[in-house]
Nanobody
Framework: DVQLQASGGGLVQAGGSLRLSCAASGLTFDDYAIGWFRQAPGKEREVVSCVSTSDRTTYVADSVKGRFTISSDNAKRTMYLQMNGLKVEDTGVYYC??????????????WGQGTQVTVSS
């Protein structure tokens, strides 16, 4: 069974920092694209940052560029999202994700349970 367990969310003042963690079991990050997504109240889920499977290229959304950093520790099977300079608009539920193509249009797609980040002004 594959499981992703996200943690590290909380309440923080604007300008503060948080580090989210996502512990994985049942998979190896090298075989998957990994990433963090978020969903603000009343909005659709959006990608925050991700690392591709093929060449491990990192994508960072413009809204968090220069403030958020994705990383992973393959030995610990844990991915991280370091969030600095938090803004009120960063408030939302943050989800970790791992996915890979199985071929033939099929995908293995796994999500963590979400961790709430609330940034106060």
């Amino acid at each position: 069974d594959v499981q992703l367990q996200a943690s590290g969310g909380g309440l923080v003042q604007a300008g503060g920092s948080l580090r989210l963690s996502c512990a994985a079991s049942g998979l190896t990050f090298d075989d998957y694209a990994i990433g963090w997504f978020r969903q603000a109240p009343g909005k659709e889920r959006e990608v925050v940052s991700c690392v591709s499977t093929s060449d491990r290229t990192t994508y960072v959304a413009d809204s968090v560029k220069g403030r958020f950093t994705i990383s992973s520790d393959n030995a610990k099977r844990t991915m991280y999202l370091q969030m600095n300079g938090l803004k009120v608009e960063d408030t939302g539920v943050y989800y970790c994700n791992a996915d890979r193509s199985l071929g033939g249009g099929e995908w293995a797609d796994y999500w963590g349970q979400g961790t709430q980040v609330t940034v106060s002004s």
